[in-house]
């Protein structure tokens, strides 16, 4: 009587690609740069002013009281919906470490490296100081996300991690 040896199972699919960044905790930096962040204040300052200035003058019901502010609600709605929009510009941040691409945003980004099938940052020369170019990656299954990158040395770990990738995938 033989005995068979345990036969190992294998992996369906491509090879998961590996991407080790240049530092061991990673690189991390702001996903918008600060002109556009400076820009982004003064939306929101200009338009707080706009809403005050409008209140003041009874423009939402001719009332300046309370229930001339209560009129206006949409609108003090949508300031505030800009206000919690210009907060998260601020502190937005892109990371790439051992397990993947992060971004802090109104809804946290995060992608690992394992699924990637495409990467490509994509970026407007000349506007960089106020569009942060974008990392796009799609996975193997179709799935695809939008990383804001301002800070160019984590624009540098992107692109080498594009190289990295097509070189990989072969294509």
């Given at each position: 009587?033989?005995?068979?040896?345990?036969?190992?199972?294998?992996a369906?699919?491509?090879?998961?690609?590996?991407?080790?960044?240049?530092?061991?905790?990673?690189?991390?930096?702001?996903?918008?740069?600060?002109?556009?962040?400076?820009?982004?204040?003064?939306?929101?300052?200009?338009?707080?002013?706009?809403?005050?200035?409008?209140?003041?003058?009874?423009?939402?019901?001719?009332?300046?009281?309370?229930?001339?502010?209560?009129?206006?609600?949409?609108?003090?709605?949508?300031?505030?919906?800009?206000?919690?929009?210009?907060?998260?510009?601020?502190?937005?941040?892109?990371?790439?470490?051992?397990?993947?691409?992060?971004?802090?945003?109104?809804?946290?980004?995060?992608?690992?490296?394992?699924?990637?099938?495409?990467?490509?940052?994509?970026?407007?020369?000349?506007?960089?100081?106020?569009?942060a170019?974008?990392?796009?990656?799609?996975?193997?299954?179709?799935?695809?996300?939008?990383?804001?990158?301002?800070?160019?040395h984590?624009?540098?770990?992107?692109?080498?991690?594009?190289?990295?990738?097509?070189?990989?995938?072969?294509?």
């Amino acid at each position: 009587m033989t005995t068979s040896e345990p036969s190992t199972p294998t992996a369906l699919g491509p090879t998961p690609f590996v991407f080790h960044p240049s530092t061991y905790d990673g690189i991390e930096g702001p996903a918008f740069s600060r002109a556009f962040q400076a820009i982004t204040w003064a939306t929101l300052l200009g338009s707080g002013y706009w809403l005050l200035t409008l209140w003041q003058q009874g423009k939402f019901g001719g009332d300046t009281g309370f229930n001339g502010l209560r009129a206006a609600g949409w609108f003090v709605l949508g300031w505030a919906l800009l206000a919690w929009t210009t907060w998260h510009v601020m502190h937005s941040r892109a990371r790439l470490d051992a397990t993947g691409i992060h971004q802090t945003w109104i809804w946290d980004k995060h992608m690992t490296y394992d699924e990637l099938a495409y990467a490509k940052l994509i970026r407007i020369r000349g506007l960089e100081w106020f569009m942060a170019p974008r990392f796009y990656v799609r996975t193997l299954m179709g799935k695809f996300a939008v990383f804001y990158v301002s800070s160019a040395h984590v624009q540098r770990e992107c692109e080498r991690l594009s190289a990295e990738l097509a070189a990989f995938r072969e294509f």
